[in-house]
């Protein structure tokens, strides 16, 4: 499984020492009150950055290659 698919996957993860409710409402709440953080229209800066920086090596890789 590549990173990019990790941080994304990562949205739906939840704390497994927390009940099922518990671990509901936290996926919940990412999706609701947290969600101008982790949004497409506006991103986390670590997601941004992340996604940006992959861009930029694999550029550098391909012209090197």
């Known amino acids: 499984m590549n990173?990019?698919?990790?941080i994304?996957?990562?949205l739906f993860a939840s704390d497994r020492n927390?009940?099922?409710?518990?671990?509901?409402?936290?996926?919940?709440?990412?999706?609701?009150?947290?969600?101008?953080?982790?949004?497409s229209k506006?991103?986390?800066i670590g997601v941004r950055e992340l996604e940006s920086h992959k861009w930029m090596a694999a550029?550098?890789?391909?012209?090197?290659?």
């Open 42 to 44: 506006s991103p986390s």
């Open 8 to 10: 994304w996957g990562g």
């Open 18 to 39: 927390k009940s099922f409710f518990g671990r509901a409402f936290e996926i919940y709440s990412r999706f609701t009150w947290q969600l101008p953080l982790c949004s």
């Open 3 to 6: 990173n990019s698919a990790k």
């Open 59 to 65: 550029q550098i890789f391909t012209h090197l290659g």
